[in-house]
């Protein structure tokens, strides 16, 4: 399974973390604290607080996939009139309350839509390509109100999720789940990703969209709240691209004609 490269034998960067006085560890735990530090900062391994966990998942997704920059809380890469908001408009419905944050994001990836959604459907197994997803628990027969219990790897300020099955459709290739426990302090969150063919330079490719609602914490920003779970969500949709399309270049598709 593809993994994030570590950073303890790698040189140090320094980077923004964006919400330099924020009280960052209490977003997962409440029982962590951090400091407040100036607007720019070096960033070592052995640092522990939520702040440091989420730039430095910043900083890896940069350096690893290439990530540059985004707005917290604002869609990330879609573009004004593209397919991107038709498909938001239509599949990614929330409602959301004024205590809570939402966004949505979207990857390119160059690989068949059967391919990458056979990696996304598999509710039972998202270590497949989640980066931060240890291990795996299912109780249920993969039917709506299937529960996972999903264990995270060190690193992160929380260990385990309990996540339950709200959507999934083969058809339309939507998978939809809900938080609903665990040792963090990401309340009421649900999820959609949504899986939709493509061409990208003449072979057949996938646009996937990711979006999320989820409780603002006490102690914390909206922007702060959306902001450390686009950096995990860009995390898993570039690991998604990298494996599918490995595993698309071992397949050789052969180019398509575009009529």
Request: charge should be negative; aromatic fraction near 8%; glycine fraction near 6%.
């Given at each position: 399974m593809t993994k994030l490269p570590s950073l303890k034998s790698s040189p140090t960067f320094q980077i923004n973390t964006h919400y330099p006085n924020s009280d960052f560890c209490s977003l997962l735990r409440?029982?962590?604290?951090?400091t407040s530090s100036p607007p720019s900062r070096w960033f070592s391994d052995d640092s522990s607080s939520y702040h440091s966990v989420a730039a430095r998942l910043d900083l890896t997704a940069r350096w690893r996939w290439g990530w540059f920059s985004?707005?917290?809380g604002l869609n990330y890469g879609i573009r004004a009139g593209g397919p991107e908001e038709d498909f938001i408009r239509r599949y990614h419905k929330h409602d959301v309350r004024e205590d809570q944050c939402t966004s949505s994001l979207v990857k390119h990836i160059k690989a068949p839509l059967p391919l990458v959604w056979s990696l996304v459907m598999k509710f039972d197994e998202p270590q497949i390509y989640k980066p931060f997803v240890s291990r795996c628990v299912v109780n249920g027969d993969m039917q709506i109100g299937t529960v996972r219990e999903v264990n995270v790897k060190s690193g992160l300020p929380a260990t385990v999720s309990k996540e339950r099955l709200e959507?999934?459709?083969d058809e339309e290739h939507i998978l939809s789940m809900r938080i609903v426990g665990g040792d963090h302090r990401l309340k009421n969150y649900s999820s959609i990703i949504t899986v939709h063919p493509e061409i990208i330079d003449g072979r057949p490719g996938i646009l996937v969209i990711?979006?999320?609602?989820v409780d603002v914490p006490e102690g914390n920003t909206k922007d702060e709240t959306c902001y450390?779970?686009?950096?995990?969500?860009?995390?898993?949709?570039a690991s998604l691209a990298d494996i599918s399309e490995d595993l698309a270049m071992q397949d050789q598709t052969e180019p398509i004609d575009i009529v």
């Amino acid at each position: 399974m593809t993994k994030l490269p570590s950073l303890k034998s790698s040189p140090t960067f320094q980077i923004n973390t964006h919400y330099p006085n924020s009280d960052f560890c209490s977003l997962l735990r409440p029982n962590w604290r951090t400091t407040s530090s100036p607007p720019s900062r070096w960033f070592s391994d052995d640092s522990s607080s939520y702040h440091s966990v989420a730039a430095r998942l910043d900083l890896t997704a940069r350096w690893r996939w290439g990530w540059f920059s985004w707005s917290s809380g604002l869609n990330y890469g879609i573009r004004a009139g593209g397919p991107e908001e038709d498909f938001i408009r239509r599949y990614h419905k929330h409602d959301v309350r004024e205590d809570q944050c939402t966004s949505s994001l979207v990857k390119h990836i160059k690989a068949p839509l059967p391919l990458v959604w056979s990696l996304v459907m598999k509710f039972d197994e998202p270590q497949i390509y989640k980066p931060f997803v240890s291990r795996c628990v299912v109780n249920g027969d993969m039917q709506i109100g299937t529960v996972r219990e999903v264990n995270v790897k060190s690193g992160l300020p929380a260990t385990v999720s309990k996540e339950r099955l709200e959507l999934l459709d083969d058809e339309e290739h939507i998978l939809s789940m809900r938080i609903v426990g665990g040792d963090h302090r990401l309340k009421n969150y649900s999820s959609i990703i949504t899986v939709h063919p493509e061409i990208i330079d003449g072979r057949p490719g996938i646009l996937v969209i990711e979006s999320f609602v989820v409780d603002v914490p006490e102690g914390n920003t909206k922007d702060e709240t959306c902001y450390f779970v686009e950096v995990l969500i860009k995390c898993n949709l570039a690991s998604l691209a990298d494996i599918s399309e490995d595993l698309a270049m071992q397949d050789q598709t052969e180019p398509i004609d575009i009529v």
